[in-house]
């Protein structure tokens, strides 16, 4: 399994941005995440989805950003509003063997390779 993670780039303050990512390999049967890693900290979960569409935000997006998944694209997506300066961060998508909603990083066994979003103020 094959996670791409892409649609990172620059946005200003209050704006938004849509990151992908797309699962090849397998299908899209797997509990799948957002995570996120700024410069100097540790990579910190943002958002789980299960197949079955059930959601779990992070309270410091919740309101802002929405998970969603077109299993049948085998991609998930990351809509991104309301961003602010400490939105920045490397982005990166997981998928986990079990088909739940996980917060651990550790519950994931697939990862993509990371897209940087920066929110300028």
């Known amino acids: 399994v094959q996670l791409q993670a892409s649609g990172g780039g620059l946005a200003q303050s209050g704006g938004s941005l849509r990151l992908s990512c797309a699962v090849s390999?397998?299908?899209?049967?797997?509990?799948m995440g957002w995570f996120r890693q700024a410069p100097g900290k540790e990579r910190e979960f943002v958002v789980s989805?299960?197949?079955?569409?059930?959601?779990r935000y992070a309270d410091s997006v919740k309101g802002r950003f929405t998970i969603s998944r077109d299993n049948a694209k085998n991609t998930m997506y990351l809509q991104m509003n309301s961003l602010k300066s400490e939105d920045t961060a490397v982005y990166y998508c997981?998928?986990?063997?079990?088909?739940?909603?996980?917060?651990?990083?550790?519950?994931?066994?697939?990862w993509g390779q990371g897209t940087l979003v920066t929110v300028s103020s």
């Open positions: 989805i299960s197949s079955r569409g059930s959601k």
């Open positions: 997981a998928a986990a063997r079990g088909d739940g909603i996980y917060t651990r990083i550790g519950s994931y066994d697939y």
């Open positions: 390999g397998s299908g899209l049967n797997y509990g």
